[in-house]
């Protein structure tokens, strides 16, 4: 019965609960407005970490910076795989994502107008070693590949369960299953982190409680870090093994979902407090 | 010696065929193969470490899942020891699963995966007796640590294990098994109350495909789809009573969602499905139709005239013309082939329709492209099939005449009467009898009927759902309600009237097709309940409820219907498991509308509770409009 995984999702070589990734006193300003204050975090392996925040906390200006879209002004994100320390801050983005640092989006980006599978079969571009000649003719060795990288792909279609909708161009699915789509094409990268930039966003609650068991199911089967911006508390505190809460550009909180949700500063942050007038 | 069993028949056909294709299941997007060795050695093992684990002749595995080649394997494995299989609806709310598998003294369930174990779990507390719960489907039950937990192939190695130490131990059982041992139980639908427990053998199982097989032989090279629940006796019979006997080859699909897809990859020679999937497929085609071009529509219409007609010459069982023939061919090569091809229709030799009535629009329907479709009648407690239509010489009115080996008559009270090897042995509980349902080795369906002149059955209705029209005739309801579903626009109809001065019905719509035929006519709308109170849905729906008014006798004429703010559930205890509705119930629960609905009033708010699958509520408030048709 081959219903277990040919491959594992993971790409890191990490054992779970070693140090993964390190952000250090990264401060990022666009003109006079500091986005982030000197931010620093550890993401451990095969955890799940929730950043949380009001809006304009900064979440998502920290999670370009890990995937090489803004380059902050001060501090450095450390990254570890096969037994090696990467500067994530000095490198373009594309080099981020072959180390396996993979990402999805708070809007949608996909290719609309191709079927799920060749947007899922993209997403293992960074993989696929073939040149324009031998790919083009589509023989031997570029064959195999692409055979090998469909079975990969097939994984997790599986694992996402969008069987019934492999052939079905992107741009014709519900926005629900869109997002999921999305989520295989992080996925397809074969990542050793995963970034999530609100996946639930705009969901009803049925389709909230399937991309949360997929979420834990990728960390549970597969052991991929995820790191999440989520802003359903319900959500966060179930899944989440760390929470790190940001407010106008600063960490103010951070631990496991019940030591944040007593904080005193969280609760500041999030229901504001009666100012004092003297 | 002729196999009595179904481990036998197994055996057999391993013997016979061997190395050919037995089943196939679309997995990773490929369609992957089972040879007939294999199939026997994954019910060997399977068996074998179900022996290891404690598994005797006296007891029950419950099976849960959908069809996959392992709910097969867990059914033979638990045969192969002397044991009986049971299988369970996957949609089975808790305590219903509770019920079953307590009443059914069930030692091992196998599931399919997360869900199914994460249900189980739940009830773990209330159910005593079950000792292991195997899955076989992995994904997101890694950290599980119930030490009653079992991955399916750990099973099987147990079972590889306990074969080299017990070398002959299975031929031995296999061989031990009697036709009259108990193959299944199998869960009547009960339109009333908790399920019942039929005791099904594996004598009447074979018998009844032996019968259906001698009608339509299908052969070993043609192929099945098997995607209805196997809980199902439809599904028992065609996927392990005739497959085993015949030897064709069945395909599982990748997940229910893709079952009509992968359908058409397959092209299967036979189908059996209940009137819910023809009536789907047809309103499949009329959407389709009417989102296609002018010119596709004109042929399109024009082509099904003629194949009416043709359908019409051929139930009347005479020659078509010459200039028919040649029409037909035409419409054949530029619309009939097309649409068979997509439903996968293209290679059918028969299909059947059973578990209810089929309404006769579609079946003439079917009939007109040329799809040779039959109406099967049986139940549960007589394994499945009793009366079918022949090739040839098709009624839609009736059901058919009796299989071989079946003899079929009418008691004086109206009731049909069955007799046959097929026929149960009582069910399964305290006392394992069959109470009232077999009197001296007759078993009462509880169908009212009657022969017509050329020997066929037809079948009226539930004996206790036929109603007294207001002018003292005798009528179905469901004739009634089938009418109103053709329109491709109606899910569900429930037609009150017997007590009452006139017709009135409570509709369901279709909210996949009225919501697409909303959208194409720019009508907004939110929920179901918003679309189902749409003043141009109410026109939509009234429309098609004219039309079937117009086939009516007079005093069967619907006068007034309200379209429903929910869709009918058999979560709900409103439909059964199979989809039949649950005629009194409904009629209790929505006691207030039927009420209004024979007042005065236009309107009625209703505010109900409705369930969700995972136990949770909600309440719903709203006012339905009730549409009221000129009498004539």
Not at chain 1, 144 to 150: G, I, N, T
Not at chain 2, 10 to 23: F, I, K, N, Q, S
Not at chain 2, 473 to 501: M, R
Request: net charge negative; charged share 25%.
């Amino acid at each position: 019965m081959p219903r277990g995984f040919s491959h594992v999702l993971n790409s890191s070589t990490l054992a779970p609960g070693e140090l993964q990734m390190k952000v250090e006193d990264v401060q990022l300003s666009f003109g006079g407005v500091m986005a982030l204050a000197g931010v620093s975090l550890e993401v451990y392996q095969s955890e799940i970490m929730a950043i949380i925040g009001p809006n304009g906390a900064g979440k998502t200006s920290l999670l370009n910076c890990m995937s090489g879209l803004y380059y902050p002004q001060q501090g450095r994100i450390l990254f570890y795989n096969e037994g090696k320390e990467h500067v994530l801050t000095n490198l373009r983005p594309h080099r981020i994502a072959r180390l396996g640092v993979a990402r999805s989006f708070q809007n949608i980006e996909l290719f609309k107008h191709m079927t799920v599978l060749d947007n899922l079969m993209l997403g293992r571009h960074v993989h696929l070693k073939s040149g324009i000649f031998s790919g083009g003719l589509y023989w031997g060795a570029a064959q195999r590949e692409e055979v090998r990288h469909r079975r990969f792909v097939e994984d997790v279609i599986d694992l996402l369960e969008i069987e019934s909708i492999r052939k079905q161009a992107v741009g014709t699915l519900s926005y629900g299953l869109q997002k999921r789509v999305e989520l295989g094409r992080a996925l397809a990268l074969q990542p050793s982190i995963l970034v999530l930039d609100e996946p639930m966003a705009g969901m009803n609650s049925e389709e909230k409680e399937d991309m949360a068991r997929f979420v834990l199911d990728i960390n549970e089967e597969h052991g991929v870090t995820v790191i999440i911006i989520e802003h359903d508390m319900g959500v966060v505190m179930d899944i989440s093994d760390h929470v790190a809460v940001l407010d106008f550009g600063r960490k103010i909180a951070y631990g496991t979902p019940d030591e944040v949700q007593q904080d005193a500063a969280v609760i500041q942050a999030y229901l504001g407090t009666s100012v004092e007038r003297g | 010696m002729a196999a009595e069993t179904f481990p036998q028949l197994l055996v057999e056909r391993a013997r016979e065929y061997g190395d050919r294709t037995a089943l196939r299941e679309k997995d990773y997007g490929i369609w992957q193969s089972v040879s007939w060795n294999e199939y026997l050695e994954h019910a060997r093992h399977f068996s074998l470490g179900l022996i290891n684990l404690g598994l005797t002749a006296q007891d029950t595995v419950a099976i849960i899942g959908d069809n996959r080649p392992e709910w097969i394997y867990a059914e033979l494995g638990a045969q192969a020891a002397g044991a009986k299989g049971i299988g369970i609806y996957q949609d089975a709310v808790v305590r219903e699963m509770i019920y079953i598998i307590t009443h059914a003294r069930v030692k091992f369930i196998v599931v399919e995966d997360q869900e199914q174990v994460d249900k189980i779990l739940e009830m773990w507390h209330e159910l005593s007796g079950v000792e292991k719960v195997i899955y076989y489907d992995p994904k997101g039950l890694r950290n599980y640590t119930e030490p009653f937990l079992l991955f399916f192939p750990e099973v099987e190695e147990m079972g590889k294990a306990y074969d080299a130490e017990h070398p002959g131990l299975f031929e031995e059982l296999v061989a031990r098994g009697k036709g009259e041992d108990i193959a299944i139980l199998s869960t009547t639908s009960g339109t009333t109350g908790n399920p019942k427990l039929a005791m099904i053998t594996h004598q009447n199982l074979i018998s009844m495909g032996r019968n259906l097989m001698s009608v339509d032989p299908l052969q070993p090279e043609d192929r099945f789809v098997s995607f209805l629940p196997m809980a199902w006796i439809g599904e028992q019979m065609m996927s392990f009573a005739c497959s085993l006997q015949r030897g064709f080859t069945l395909h599982f699909p990748e997940e229910p969602e893709t079952a009509l897809f992968n359908l058409r990859e397959i092209a299967p020679q036979a189908m059996f499905s209940p009137p819910r999937i023809w009536e789907d497929l047809v309103s499949r085609v009329m959407v389709k139709i009417e989102d296609s071009t002018w010119l596709k529509r004109r042929v399109y219409r024009w082509a099904m005239k003629v194949g009416y007609q043709m359908a019409d010459v051929r139930f009347r069982k005479e020659e078509p013309g010459l200039g028919l023939r040649i029409l037909y061919s035409l419409g054949d090569l530029a619309v009939f082939e097309a649409i068979k091809d997509h439903l996968g229709l293209r290679h059918i030799k028969w299909a059947y329709t059973g578990g209810a009535a089929l309404g006769p629009d579609v079946f003439r329907f079917f009939h007109a492209m040329g799809v040779n479709l039959k109406q099967i009648y049986g139940q549960t407690e007589a394994s499945g099939i009793s009366v079918l239509h022949r090739d040839g010489d098709i009624k839609f009115q009736t059901v058919g005449t009796p299989v071989p080996g079946t003899e079929v008559r009418i008691s004086e009270s109206g009731e049909i009467l069955l007799k046959s090897e097929a026929v149960f042995k009582g069910y399964y509980g305290s006392e394992m009898s069959a109470g009232d349902a077999l009197v001296d080795g007759w078993l009462r369906s509880g169908d009212a009927g009657y022969f017509d002149e050329d020997g066929h059955l037809i079948v009226i209705d539930r004996v206790k759902d036929v109603m007294t029209l207001h002018d003292g005739t005798k009528f179905s309801p469901q004739f009634i309600e089938n009418k109103l579903k053709f329109s491709p626009y109606v899910k569900e109809a429930v037609v009150f009237g017997g007590d009452w001065p006139f017709v009135s019905a409570i509709v369901n719509i279709d909210m996949e097709n009225t919501g697409k035929w909303a959208e194409n006519n720019q009508i907004a709308y939110t929920t179901y309940t918003d679309l189902a109170q749409k003043e141009q849905v109410y026109e939509l729906v009234r429309e098609h409820v004219e039309q079937a008014n117009a086939d009516l006798p007079e005093a069967a004429r619907i006068r007034r219907f309200l379209l429903l703010h929910k869709e009918l559930d058999a979560d709900d205890a409103e439909l059964t498991r199979t989809r039949k509705v649950r005629r009194n119930f409904v009629a209790q629960r929505y006691d207030d509308i039927i009420s209004a609905l024979y007042s005065q009033s236009d309107h009625l708010d209703v505010e109900t509770t409705i369930s969700y699958q995972d136990g949770r509520t909600a309440d719903i408030r709203t006012r339905l409009r009730i549409e009221t048709l000129n009498g004539r």
